[in-house]
């Protein structure tokens, strides 16, 4: 393992304000807990100087006992960059997610090692062995959660935060399913990811990290072993048996198991959503569409299904079914991780690894004093950038029609099913007496015609989530600015037909305003998806602009000039509106300038699509190289790609085209340390 530079966040005042911080911040947390925090008291080796705290935040490390974060906090007492300071104290701050205790082992050098636990009201207790195995299943969680998916974003949130490979080899892998399968039953308290409302056995944090270590590593046999044996416990639990198999090329016996399991839980509404996602991909769309069905009939409430039934309804071009699906989906106020709110440090420091050296990544980026890269206004003003969890994906899904069926269509299509504003004032004299509810756009999407379907869903239940998400008004709030702003701004040297191409959504009728309408076949839209109309309008006039002024100058034979960030941000939205040759070409523009791991990692994608093992490998090594110079050497979806073109062309092959590659050694054997991790785990491809 090539050590990376140890990153420091210096406080010369008060020097144990970090941990302070930390402390108070125990009872806000609602999940798995910040990463871990490593505090050192150094003190200068000159006589009578005084101490300074520095402290750094970490991942990955081995938190099953006192012993192993004593070993860590030894790693760091010795600095050969500087020998003027000496470390007298350091103190390991791990998460209890399941107990929501901090656990702490205090080093004193030279010295004793004491181990506690802190509880949310500061209090110490004792640190039992079964508090440390709780604390190391979730230090192996927080290790995938906190992971950059290698485009940087991630990285850029947390300063000075170490990234380690929790589980390394199939030793620390059977540990990690031990503690796993004794703890599987109390993962709902972890809680879940953003799109599930209420957390469940089979929904959790816990089976969220399961099924990505099982995906990143490719260890489907280790992960049908353990779900195999839980499955006895609760049949609930087939539905990941099920994920794992057919990952693992087991379809077989993935589409006889959720037969069986369905004949004992008839609507369990996981099984039905994986029985739903493996009929699409086959490209089974009415089958699928009556297993999204009874999804959304067994769990109205959840976001999910109703996504799920949205994107066969999209499969199928169904435009309108899909629309009113959408409208109808459960929409969920986003709650971050639990991220470290620390005090103001003194300094801070960041070392450059030496290993992770590589001239063309250092090249063109911003100096400490350099001016802020200008980035036009209205390319920061847009809202799609910022969505997270249901809003992410319910925008995902809108833009996907659009992509289809085209902007305009989208507009028609929107006024056939949902009531317009103008259409709405014109008819509402002529409205008698109120004719009762009717029907609604969640049953009207459920019961849509079409053969064998079972149930249907009370309005209450279908919209009690798109209510919380009208009652969430700090969203639209920030909306309003950002969209008013950014359609009122000015553009540079805008020809006048690039801006008037997109026609600008009317605005619909909101539910809140108006509880029934005169005509039966026409429903009223969600304030939210209302929202996202005008968010794709933004979008797609920002790329409207683009693309005409593009044209324009290339017709000049001008040079179209744009920043390093702004290339990045146009790549991002073309990716974001399904236009991916657009988003290519601004990313080559944006690491022509400067490099951007986002781009590298759009440019990985491309060469993905085209199955070009060199380019993708090119990417890789540079991404890799990125990912270390900021401290993290662990990269779920960069060792996922690594595992796949080794399966696909074999590890020999791999390995020769990276070890044949015009660049410095230490940053070659970065990526050998992936294809080495592959070897360990006996990953298809590595044999021979």
């Known amino acids: 393992m090539v050590a990376p530079a140890i990153p420091e966040i210096v406080e010369d005042e008060d020097i144990f304000a970090a941990i302070d911080a930390r402390t108070e911040a125990l009872q806000g947390l609602r999940e798995l807990g910040p990463p871990d925090l490593v505090h050192l008291v150094k003190q200068s080796t000159k006589a009578g100087s005084r101490q300074t705290g520095v402290y750094h935040h970490v991942t990955g ?41 901090d656990m ?42 906190y992971a950059d998916d290698g485009s940087g974003d991630a990285i850029k949130k947390i300063v000075g935060f170490r990234r380690f490979n929790p589980v390394t080899n199939t030793e620390t892998e059977h540990r990690f399913f031990e503690a796993a399968e004794r703890l599987f039953f109390n993962g709902r308290q972890l809680g879940s990811d953003p799109e599930i409302q209420i957390p469940n056995p089979v929904s959790n944090h816990l089976t969220s ?23 006895t416990r609760d049949v609930e639990v087939s539905s990941l048996l099920a994920k794992i198999l057919i990952s693992g090329d087991e379809e077989v016996q993935a589409v006889r198991l959720l037969h069986d399991a369905l004949q004992d839980v008839p609507m369990d509404y996981a099984l039905l959503d994986c029985q739903a996602s493996f009929c699409k991909s086959k490209g089974e769309g009415e089958m699928a ?83 802020f890269e200008s980035v036009n206004p209205s390319l920061r003003k847009l809202q799609a950038a910022t969505y997270q969890g249901t809003f992410h994906k319910a925008y995902s899904l809108l833009t996907e029609i659009a992509a289809s069926i085209g902007w305009d269509q989208l507009l028609k299509i929107r006024s056939q099913v949902f009531v317009m504003e103008e259409e709405y004032r014109s008819e509402r004299q002529n409205l008698g007496p109120s004719k009762g509810p009717g029907q609604n756009a ?26 919380k998400a009208n009652a969430d008004s700090s969203d639209e709030e920030n909306d309003k600015p950002a969209r008013n702003s950014a359609l009122n701004g000015e553009t540079n040297n805008l020809p006048p037909a690039a801006d008037e191409s997109i026609e600008r959504p009317e605005h619909t009728v909101a539910s809140e305003v108006v509880k029934s309408v005169g005509e039966d076949n026409k429903r009223l839209c969600e304030r939210w998806l209302d929202n996202l109309f005008m968010v794709l309008y933004e979008d797609l006039r920002i790329y409207t602009i683009w693309r005409t002024e ?57 060469y993905e699509q085209e199955g070009d093992t060199r380019g993708m490998l090119a990417a890789l090594i540079r ?22 073109l080794i399966e696909e062309e074999g590890a020999v092959k791999v390995r020769s085209i990276v070890q044949a590659t015009n660049l410095p050694q230490s940053v070659l054997d970065l990526t050998h340390q992936y294809c080495q991790l592959c070897a360990a785990f006996h990953s298809s491809g590595t044999e021979g």
């Open 61 to 101: 490390i081995d938190a099953s006992s006192a012993a192993s974060l004593a070993a860590y906090v030894n790693t760091l007492t010795y600095s050969p960059s500087d020998k003027s300071h000496k470390v007298v104290q350091g103190l390991y701050c791990c998460y209890n997610a399941f107990s929501h205790l």
């Open 104 to 145: 702490r082992v205090e080093v004193k050098i030279p010295g004793r090692v004491e181990s506690y636990c802190i509880d949310e009201r500061g209090e110490k207790r004792v640190a039992s062995d079964a508090l440390w195995l709780e604390t190391f299943l979730c230090g192996i969680l927080r290790a995938y959660s």
């Open 209 to 231: 990290g399961l099924l990505q270590y099982i995906q990143t590593t490719g260890r489907f046999t280790s992960g049908i072993n353990l779900f195999e044996k839980l499955r």
């Open 289 to 371: 569409l009556e297993c999204a069905k009874r999804g959304v009939t067994a769990a109205p409430s959840e976001f999910g299904t109703w996504a799920r039934l949205a994107e066969v309804y999209i499969a199928l071009e169904q435009w309108d079914l899909a629309l009113l699906t959408l409208n109808s989906c459960p929409m969920f106020s986003y709650q971050d991780k639990d991220t470290p709110r620390m005090p103001e440090p003194s300094r801070i420091m960041l070392p450059l690894p030496p290993e992770s050296a590589l001239d063309e990544i250092e090249e063109g980026q911003p100096r400490e004093g350099d001016p």
């Open 442 to 467: 969640s049953t009207t999407a459920l019961r849509a015609p079409s053969p064998g379907v079972n149930g249907s869903v009370e309005r209450q239940d279908a919209e009690n989530g798109a209510e």
């Open 550 to 606: 593009m044209a324009q100058y290339r017709q000049q034979q001008m040079q179209y000039k744009k920043s390093a960030a702004e290339w990045e941000i146009l790549g991002e939205l073309a990716e974001r509106l399904h236009h991916f040759p657009e988003a290519i070409e601004a990313y080559q523009q944006c690491l022509g300038i400067r490099f951007s791991a986002k781009a590298m990692k759009g440019i990985l994608k491309m």
């Open 623 to 644: 991404l890799i190289a990125w990912q270390h110079k900021w401290y993290s050497e662990f990269s779920p979806d960069l060792l996922l790609t690594v595992r796949k």
